[in-house]
């Protein structure tokens, strides 16, 4: 059965919000009796004498718009998993010690909430007094115990055993329970298996126990991303059927006990594999007749309500019923970001709460009327929600339950099942409290909002009003449909609302078929530019003898090349020095125009770019469109800036009256752009649009490498409307890098590359006569992160693998040494081997390839030494299996890690994908900054660690130009994360920031006294 979702993935809000509203006959009539019963339930819940520990009680004293709330957000989130004694009392002090933790808690009547709040305040004392010492043991516990305490409020048992044994006394008030096994996403084969046998065990534990004549079933919910290290869009060829598997065995194992299993909601772009292993399940023969398969929908998704009515469809072709849990979501403010960053069309989510409500409405009603396909379970704990699905349901002759999560919505659920006999379940979380953590910290997120329900419930200040607004009206009378503060992705550079500033790069989203498709189609049949000449003044020069380019992966011939010679060299600089007479006198606003034109058109050109980048520098899929936004950014920042600081007004300088002092910027002259083969479009295109918009021409000399993408985007610039003579092309290998630094004509060079050719051209320009011009290298690194005990390990190991092994570590920002805390090393390690199995080596056409081949032979060369010499004194951790097949057509190198005692054998920066790993002890934390300084190299700089003290320490004593915490160390974005080192990693200033363009300037302030025609006019001119 096929569906197609894609048109709704980043569908025009708008739109869809019209289309909800007219997906339902929404009566004024039934709306009001909604509203009543909605403000009888929230006052009847403001009555009622409430139990300790509730979410509400919570969020009442400790909002996370406080910093008690934070801190205690925090705390959760970390404490408990921390091993060592050290690293728990730093967290502990560095999140309690600052926060008033009396300011409200003597207004409360909830005993826990109140007894946290003392016990916190007492901790804060006395990590501040002269016992601080003495009392760590004492606190540490006293924490530990109450992160515990605070986590029975929201787990209902560590164990399956223990949680089938709590849950008695709420099966006994009629809730019927539906499990879920808590647990981050598989990192590795054995996180899997782990997560595969515990789910096992569950179904079995609770199958077992089952009352044979109990009609409601127990159920669990499964997390397809905890049965797969790779449950992703592009692995799906062999994730898929491997999962499908897994999944019907586990659904067998549920329906020989006769409970319920359903699929567990997840991140957007995880929704159509989710969509095709439901499909499979429910076509399978084996299964026929059970109808207790089902999975969550999230309302905050656009493309929700058409999803419930392609699994209606999928219902009545395989005549069996599904269980549908309908919940709001949980994820929102990941998947704003995550559109944000990629440069998506629209967001997959509704922007407003009301949107979301409404949505939540209309699935309900989708549901209710399907009548015999679907047994609907909705989840919320807004009266308001369940006051509407209730008059919804009233005239449906249809089975359902409401459904809430265990810890919350207690009072509210009490309400509704005292007056309404309305079926009733718990979602209730089973696993340990280091498992919680996460779980608990989105929990509170989601429920922590100044916009929630659960946050305004017991506020009186909260106009009951207010709180049961209809959505329906809410969502009719927005002028506005989506949230004004909210940007489209591509606006979220602007200024303002009247869209001054530079826009976002056009990103594509390689999660959806819809887009991935035609683009693979694209790559397979790649047409493209296949011949690079010396492009002077716009004329092709073709006097050398031709050379081949080769595609790295394959060893294919995909090109030819005519290198520069020694006489076009020349030729190349009279031109330049020519154009620059008219483009430096070009004005500002002109330069910047033409910028964003040729910013327009790389992105027209998007296809042939990505098929460049892919078979000629052996770029994965994802960071061939990566480049070509990065390009792209680069343009229209540059332009932007260049607009602000090469204004002709120049800037006023202030002084003493009857003076009038302004500075302007010009360009310097020619100015050598020499680019490196890992970025030969955005790198080579950041340098060549900085130098142009501070109005110098340009000698460009790209990588050897990579010449065919130096020439598609030299012509682009010149369709752009940069003059032909501006930007001249000289491709060549390092001897003509070498003749065009040493000429007499150089205004300034721009150099991106090894330390030791910056050394070299930095000697060769002082060794110049006539002017000392500004050199601007960007070099490598021996880029180190740093993982205490209090980070996530998930979160390292993703951080890890994607910095360390993206782009085959082929980034001068890539990690090279990885330091792990004694506490935690063994565990990391652990992850680290098993997330390095899951990587795949291949040919980047393919979607699923994570890791290319290296640029070349000599590139290749290097890696094998470099691994013969750790092999001598390193211990190897892991080392990717390589197809002897693929070996043998292209330049590919396995990745592999080994454990170093030290940093001793690492004297220069090697790179591709080797990682170091180092252990070091908590209290030589300040050793291994001393070491890390000690290389000379300053370019970017990872921490991992949930202690805001130990962040900063170790960010303010590394020396380094981009630090990175917690998160990834590659993928700087322009104008957001400025990119660049000092000492052995450059000179600075740092591309895609706001210094940048001032170096490849000259200033030149103009002083003109205004009283030399007889006086000051405007200071005698004052009135009183």
Not at 418 to 442: C, F, K, N, W
Not at 990 to 998: F, M, T, V
């Amino acid at each position: 059965m096929t569906h197609d979702l894609s048109p709704y993935f980043y569908a025009d809000e708008a739109g869809c919000v019209e289309e909800l509203l007219a997906s339902q006959r929404w009566d004024g009539v039934v709306t009001s009796r909604t509203k009543k019963k909605a403000k009888d339930l929230v006052g009847k819940i403001r009555a009622e004498k409430r139990g300790p520990g509730e979410l509400e009680s919570f969020l009442q004293q400790y909002s996370l718009t406080t910093e008690e709330g934070l801190s205690l957000m925090c705390l959760a989130e970390a404490l408990l998993r921390i091993p060592d004694a050290r690293t728990a009392s730093a967290l502990i002090k560095d999140k309690v010690a600052a926060a008033n933790w009396l300011s409200t808690v003597g207004g409360s009547k909830d005993w826990v909430v109140k007894a946290a709040g003392v016990g916190l305040f007492v901790t804060s004392k006395t990590l501040d007094g002269a016992l601080s010492r003495m009392g760590e043991p004492i606190i540490r516990e006293a924490m530990v115990k109450a992160m515990r305490l605070l986590g029975k409020q929201f787990v209902l048992g560590e164990s399956i055993e223990e949680a089938e044994k709590n849950a008695q006394k709420y099966r006994d008030k009629g809730y019927r329970m539906s499990y879920d096994m808590l647990g981050e996403g598989a990192r590795t084969a054995v996180d899997a298996q782990h997560y595969y046998e515990s789910y096992h065990h569950a179904i079995g534990y609770i199958g077992e126990r089952r009352a044979r004549d109990q009609a409601r079933r127990p159920g669990i919910s499964v997390k397809l991303s905890a049965l797969h290290p790779r449950y992703e869009y592009a692995q799906a060829e062999h994730c898929l059927p491997e999962m499908i598997h897994t999944v019907k065995k586990l659904a067998l194992h549920a329906a020989s006990h006769q409970i319920a299993f359903m699929i567990d909601a997840e991140e957007v772009e995880r929704l159509d594999l989710s969509v095709k292993i439901a499909e499979n399940i429910m076509a399978d023969p084996m299964l026929e007749g059970w109808e207790d398969f089902g999975m969550a929908v999230q309302a905050y998704q656009k493309r929700s309500y058409p999803l419930i009515g392609h699994l209606a469809e999928l219902a009545k072709k395989n005549k069996r019923r599904m269980q549908i849990r309908l919940v709001k979501g949980a994820y929102w403010d990941r998947e704003i970001k995550r559109a944000q960053v990629l440069g998506l069309p629209d967001y997959p989510v509704f922007t407003r709460k009301s949107n979301t409500d409404l949505s939540f409405q209309a699935c309900a009603a989708l549901l209710f009327e399907n009548s015999g396909r679907f047994y609907p379970m909705i989840g919320t704990h807004n009266a308001q929600s369940v006051a509407a699905v209730l008059k919804l349901a009233e005239d449906k002759n249809i089975p359902f339950e409401l459904q809430r999560l265990y810890g919350m919505g207690e009072t509210l659920f009490d309400v509704v099942q005292r007056e309404e006999q309305t079926p009733m379940s718990i979602y209730a979380p089973v696993g340990s409290h280091h498992d919680l953590l996460p779980y608990l910290v989105r929990r509170l997120l989601e429920n922590g909002a100044n916009s929630s329900f659960v946050n305004k419930i017991l506020d009186p200040k909260q106009p009951v009003e207010h709180m049961v607004r209809d959505p329906v009206t809410t969502a009719r009378e927005n002028n506005d449909k989506r949230h004004p503060l909210i940007p489209l992705p591509k606006d979220i550079y602007k200024k303002d609302i009247y869209g001054e500033g530079r826009r976002n790069s056009v990103g594509i989203d390689l999660d959806d078929a819809a887009t991935v498709e035609p683009l693979r189609r694209v790559i397979g049949k790649a047409k493209f530019l296949n011949e690079a000449t010396p492009l002077i003044g716009g004329k092709d020069h073709k006097e050398t003898i031709v050379e081949v380019v080769m595609n790295p992966a394959t060893g294919a011939e995909i090109g030819q090349v005519w290198p520069s010679n020694d006489g076009l060299v020349e030729k190349a600089f009279k031109t330049a020095r020519k154009a620059f007479k008219s483009w430096s006198k070009t004005s500002t606003e002109n330069r910047a125009q033409v910028l964003e034109k040729f910013a327009d058109l790389l992105e027209k050109n998007r296809d042939e770019l990505i098929s460049l980048c892919v078979h000629e520098a052996g770029k994965t899929i994802p960071d061939a469109i990566a480049e070509i936004r990065e390009a792209v950014d680069f343009c229209l920042y540059y332009a932007e800036r260049g607009r602000e600081d090469f204004n002709e007004k120049g800037v006023l300088l202030q002084g003493p009256t009857g003076e009038r002092n302004v500075m302007t910027m010009h360009g310097r002259g020619v100015f050598v752009c020499i680019s490196p083969w890992n970025f030969p479009l955005a790198i080579f295109t950041g340098q060549i649009v900085a130098a142009l918009m501070a109005g110098n021409t340009v000698i460009a000399k790209p990588a050897e490498q990579t010449p065919l993408i130096a020439m598609k985007a030299v012509e682009l610039m010149h369709k752009a409307g940069i003059p032909a003579g501006a930007v001249n092309l000289l491709p060549g290998d390092g001897r003509i890098g070498a003749s065009i630094v040493q000429h007499e004509d150089v205004a300034g060079v721009v150099f991106t590359g090894s330390t030791d050719t910056a050394r070299k051209i930095n000697q060769s320009l002082a060794k110049r006569k006539g002017s000392i011009v500004p050199l601007i290298a960007e070099t490598g690194g021996q880029n180190a992160m740093i993982v205490d005990s209090s980070a996530l390990p998930e979160q390292v190991i993703d951080d890890v693998i994607i910095s360390a092994f993206g782009s085959t570590g082929q980034r001068c920002s890539a990690l090279r040494v990885l330091f792990l805390q004694d506490e935690i090393a063994a565990t990391i390690t652990r992850m680290l081997q098993g997330a390095m199995e899951e990587l795949r080596i291949g040919n980047p056409e393919n979607i699923s390839t994570d890791i290319g081949p290296v640029i070349d032979s000599q590139a290749h060369d290097v890696l094998k030494k470099h691994r013969k010499k750790l092999e001598g004194f390193g211990k190897k951790i892991y080392e990717v299996e390589l197809d002897k097949g693929l070996a043998k057509q292209g330049h590919f190198f396995a990745p592999c890690a080994f454990h170093l005692e030290n940093m001793e054998g690492l004297k220069k920066e090697v790179f591709g994908p080797i990682l170091h790993v180092i252990r070091y002890s908590a209290d030589k934390l300040d050793d291994i900054i001393e070491d890390i300084n000690a290389t000379g190299y300053g370019l970017t700089l990872g921490v991992h660690s949930r202690i805001d003290a130990t962040q900063q320490h170790i960010t303010n004593a590394v020396r380094v130009g981009n630090a990175y915490v917690n998160r990834s160390m590659i993928g700087a974005t322009v104008g957001v994360q400025p990119f660049g080192g000092q000492g052995l990693s450059g000179t600075g200033p740092k591309a895609g920031g706001p210094h940048y363009l001032h170096r490849f300037a000259t200033e030149k302030v103009v002083s003109t006294d205004t009283t030399a025609q007889g006086g000051n006019a405007s200071l005698v001119s004052l009135e009183e």
